[in-house]
């Protein structure tokens, strides 16, 4: 399936692998914005005391499978 088809997968909360991967049992799956607490003083200096992050997955292919 294209990466359109596998993002509304991830969406769904499935987890998708792509054909092409060779260990078994890798998959990726979606994480949605979020924030926390920023806890080390790196985190801190650079974010405040609240680190935000946008919604991420990291691959975009053509090749990918619903895991079961």
């Known amino acids: 399936m294209d990466f359109g088809k596998a993002l509304e997968n991830?969406?769904?909360?499935?987890k998708v692998t792509r054909k092409g991967w060779n260990g078994k049992g890798?998959?990726?799956?979606?994480?949605?914005s979020n924030?926390?607490?920023?806890l080390t003083d790196v985190a801190k200096k650079s974010f405040g005391s609240t680190t935000r992050y946008n919604a991420y997955l990291a691959i975009l292919a053509e090749d990918w499978e619903v895991v079961e």
């Not at 991830?10 to 499935?14: A, T």
């Not at 890798?26 to 949605?32: D, E, R």
């Not at 924030?35 to 920023?38: A, G, V």
């Open 10 to 14: 991830l969406k769904s909360n499935k």
């Open 26 to 32: 890798q998959f990726v799956y979606y994480v949605p």
């Open 35 to 38: 924030e926390y607490d920023s």
